[in-house]
């Protein structure tokens, strides 16, 4: 930096300036100055290394401290004299180990520097900040390397990816007791409503809610509306409102949250089945219908789980640039880069992941998938026919709605969620990948679209067809609009408004559902036919009031008989 010379008080001196213009480095320089009246006058100055994150340029003829070859980029710039650095946004810029303290002006530590793209947590805004304080590059409460974790003081909210404080650390007793009896809650409605894939009319929904949830920054970036948004979310198996679960939650705990709550609803309805076979007014009570459930939370199930299992194996390279001039890669888990991935804490989220996918995802797609072509040519070898005794109950819910050539419908629309999910999940920013991810959509429902009226209905109902239709049309409108449009403020309009007749739609199945259960009841029969007998004798009586004034044809057509009269005969079912 500049060195000055001042002059004493009260004596006649001018300022005088001078820029040193020497390469940075431990050599002890002099400034000399020499005067006429007093003897010369000199300074012993060493020019200090650049900090870390700036390197020695020579500009113009001068040695000054610029942007590092680590930091520098397009759209990237350094201040020396404020010791800032200023991007564009959708950028982090700071240092590996993000846990040392240090000194903006520091220049002789061993610290590695990471300059790669953020653009999940980061800031879309430009942004100016010194590598001792990188937080500033971070929105929604996030920090820490590459915005992958919460600042301090503020924990993960289920129900989205941002961070807030928590006030009451004993709220989680409270939460995980209301999540428990929801479980129970929504088991025993699946099972008095019959509300299952057994009936055919959940395949199509199930479906649509699935991809809504999956698109729902990609169809309005402004979000629906609470009351809809929350109908999906439910129907996903998720929590549809942020809360702070407890204090210091990460994504690390959050991940292991999404695979328990499936996993609770299996046990409750495993339970449930295994109590039908042992007690035999349970299994009057329950009906047919604990199987089909048990069908149903799986695919309620499968979307979160294979999602949850993405993103917990979605991995990250990262370059890292050290000042000792050596560059390496590092492996970091992609949804929160603080974690090195497969090693530490990690190591065991990835395990289970693994284990969920050999042991639930892949057999449960093939099965679905193939179940026609095993049925016919597997099971017939004794040791695959006792393996195959056991499972079929559960396939035969998906695929008694079915025509018997059309069975493996329901694994073709469980196949044709997988390559939306990966696109979905996978993509780095959802609004600069827009076009690309309604485009796959929109692929995929004509496929499955015209797969269907080639077939010609592959539901025995025909109701079930159309309701399948119906919801498939419904996507495509929504995904079409988003495509046309780039007006944000219509885009929501018809967002909101496809969404109110998708849940008009459900609220329309739950009521048939619930038609089809209480017209198998004894009460429902005895009121029918109390009705139907009360209509009757409201008929009598308005006969017996008609009769008492007969005009004169009709009182003269009671005395001669008409000739066009004829005998009933008796019925040919009775005949024989």
């Given at each position: 930096?500049?060195?000055?010379?001042?002059?004493?008080?009260?004596?006649?001196?001018?300022?005088?300036?001078?820029?040193?213009?020497?390469?940075?480095?431990?050599?002890?320089?002099?400034?000399?100055?020499?005067?006429?009246?007093?003897?010369?006058?000199?300074?012993?100055?060493?020019?200090?290394?650049?900090?870390?994150?700036?390197?020695v340029?020579?500009?113009?003829?001068?040695?000054?401290?610029?942007?590092?070859?680590?930091?520098?980029?397009?759209?990237?710039?350094?201040?020396?004299?404020?010791?800032?650095?200023?991007?564009?946004?959708?950028?982090?810029?700071?240092?590996?180990?993000?846990?040392?303290?240090?000194?903006?002006?520091?220049?002789?530590?061993?610290?590695?520097?990471i300059?790669?793209?953020?653009?999940?947590?980061?800031?879309p805004?430009?942004?100016t900040?010194?590598?001792?304080?990188?937080?500033?590059?971070?929105?929604?409460?996030?920090?820490?390397r590459?915005c992958?974790?919460?600042?301090?003081?503020?924990?993960?909210?289920?129900?989205?990816?941002?961070?807030?404080?928590?006030?009451?650390?004993?709220?989680?007793?409270?939460?995980?007791?209301?999540?428990?009896?929801?479980?129970?809650?929504?088991?025993?409605?699946?099972?008095?409503?019959?509300?299952?894939?057994?009936?055919?009319?959940?395949?199509?929904?199930?479906?649509?809610?699935?991809?809504?949830?999956?698109?729902?920054?990609?169809?309005?970036?402004?979000?629906?509306?609470?009351?809809?948004?929350?109908?999906?979310?439910?129907?996903?198996?998720?929590?549809?409102?942020?809360?702070?679960?407890?204090?210091g939650?990460?994504?690390?705990?959050?991940?292991?949250?999404?695979?328990?709550?499936?996993?609770?609803?299996?046990?409750?309805?495993?339970?449930?089945?295994?109590?039908?076979?042992?007690?035999?007014?349970?299994?009057?009570?329950?009906?047919?219908?604990?199987?089909?459930?048990?069908?149903?939370?799986?695919?309620?199930?499968?979307?979160?789980?294979?999602?949850?299992?993405?993103?917990?194996?979605?991995?990250?390279e990262?370059?890292l640039?050290?000042?000792?001039?050596?560059?390496?890669?590092?492996?970091?888990?992609?949804?929160?880069?603080?974690?090195?991935?497969?090693?530490?804490?990690h190591?065991?989220?990835?395990?289970?992941?693994?284990?969920?996918?050999?042991?639930?995802?892949?057999?449960?797609?093939?099965?679905?998938?193939?179940?026609?072509?095993?049925?016919?040519?597997?099971?017939?070898?004794?040791?695959?026919?006792?393996?195959?005794?056991?499972?079929?109950?559960?396939?035969?819910?998906?695929?008694?709605?079915?025509?018997?050539?059309y069975?493996?419908?329901?694994?073709?629309?469980?196949?044709?969620?997988?390559?939306?999910?990966?696109?979905?999940?996978?993509?780095?920013?959802?609004?600069?990948?827009?076009?690309?991810?309604?485009?796959?959509?929109?692929?995929?429902?004509?496929?499955?679209?015209?797969?269907?009226?080639?077939?010609?209905?592959?539901?025995?109902?025909?109701?079930?067809?159309?309701?399948?239709?119906?919801?498939?049309?419904?996507?495509?409108?929504?995904?079409?609009?988003?495509?046309?449009?780039?007006?944000?403020?219509?885009?929501?309009?018809?967002?909101?408004?496809?969404?109110?007749?998708?849940?008009?739609?459900?609220?329309?199945?739950?009521?048939?559902?619930?038609?089809?259960?209480?017209?198998?009841?004894?009460?429902?029969?005895a009121?029918?036919?109390?009705l139907?007998?009360?209509?009757?004798?409201?008929?009598?009586?308005?006969?017996?009031?008609?009769e008492?004034?007969l005009?004169?044809?009709q009182q003269?057509?009671?005395?001669?008989p008409?000739s066009?009269?004829?005998?009933?005969?008796?019925?040919?079912?009775?005949?024989?």
């Amino acid at each position: 930096d500049h060195v000055y010379a001042r002059p004493k008080p009260g004596s006649n001196c001018s300022l005088a300036e001078y820029k040193p213009n020497h390469v940075p480095s431990h050599v002890k320089h002099t400034l000399l100055f020499v005067t006429e009246i007093f003897s010369s006058i000199y300074w012993d100055y060493i020019v200090n290394e650049c900090p870390i994150g700036f390197s020695v340029s020579s500009s113009q003829g001068r040695f000054i401290c610029a942007c590092s070859q680590s930091v520098s980029r397009e759209n990237v710039t350094c201040n020396i004299t404020s010791l800032t650095i200023t991007h564009n946004g959708l950028l982090w810029i700071g240092m590996y180990n993000t846990s040392t303290s240090f000194n903006a002006t520091a220049n002789n530590i061993d610290a590695c520097i990471i300059n790669e793209d953020c653009l999940l947590y980061c800031s879309p805004n430009p942004v100016t900040f010194q590598l001792n304080d990188t937080d500033t590059q971070c929105v929604d409460n996030r920090g820490h390397r590459m915005c992958g974790s919460c600042r301090e003081g503020y924990s993960l909210l289920m129900g989205s990816n941002k961070c807030g404080q928590c006030h009451d650390n004993y709220m989680i007793i409270a939460w995980i007791a209301l999540f428990a009896v929801m479980g129970v809650l929504l088991v025993v409605l699946l099972i008095a409503l019959n509300l299952t894939v057994s009936v055919g009319t959940l395949n199509g929904l199930l479906f649509y809610a699935n991809i809504v949830k999956l698109y729902e920054p990609v169809f309005s970036r402004k979000g629906a509306l609470p009351v809809l948004s929350q109908v999906i979310s439910w129907i996903n198996l998720d929590f549809g409102f942020e809360i702070c679960l407890y204090n210091g939650m990460d994504s690390y705990a959050k991940q292991w949250l999404q695979f328990a709550f499936p996993l609770y609803l299996w046990i409750i309805i495993i339970i449930i089945i295994q109590l039908c076979k042992r007690y035999g007014k349970i299994s009057r009570l329950m009906g047919s219908h604990a199987v089909p459930v048990l069908s149903t939370l799986f695919l309620l199930s499968y979307t979160k789980l294979v999602r949850t299992i993405v993103i917990v194996l979605h991995k990250r390279e990262v370059t890292l640039h050290c000042t000792n001039e050596s560059v390496r890669s590092v492996s970091l888990w992609y949804e929160d880069p603080n974690v090195e991935y497969a090693k530490g804490k990690h190591a065991e989220l990835f395990g289970f992941a693994l284990l969920v996918s050999v042991v639930f995802v892949i057999p449960y797609t093939l099965f679905l998938l193939l179940s026609p072509f095993y049925e016919k040519y597997l099971s017939n070898y004794m040791l695959l026919n006792t393996f195959w005794s056991r499972f079929k109950p559960i396939i035969d819910a998906y695929s008694g709605p079915m025509k018997d050539e059309y069975r493996f419908w329901p694994g073709l629309l469980l196949v044709a969620r997988i390559p939306v999910l990966l696109s979905a999940t996978l993509v780095d920013s959802f609004i600069q990948s827009q076009h690309f991810l309604l485009s796959m959509l929109l692929v995929v429902l004509a496929i499955v679209l015209s797969l269907g009226y080639c077939f010609g209905g592959v539901y025995i109902k025909r109701m079930n067809n159309v309701l399948e239709v119906w919801f498939l049309l419904n996507l495509c409108i929504m995904a079409s609009l988003s495509v046309v449009f780039t007006d944000d403020s219509k885009v929501l309009i018809w967002y909101n408004n496809c969404l109110s007749v998708f849940i008009f739609s459900f609220i329309l199945i739950v009521v048939y559902h619930f038609y089809l259960q209480i017209s198998h009841m004894e009460c429902y029969d005895a009121l029918i036919k109390k009705l139907s007998k009360k209509q009757d004798e409201d008929d009598d009586s308005l006969l017996d009031v008609t009769e008492s004034h007969l005009t004169v044809d009709q009182q003269r057509r009671e005395i001669i008989p008409s000739s066009t009269d004829y005998v009933r005969r008796e019925s040919v079912v009775d005949l024989f």
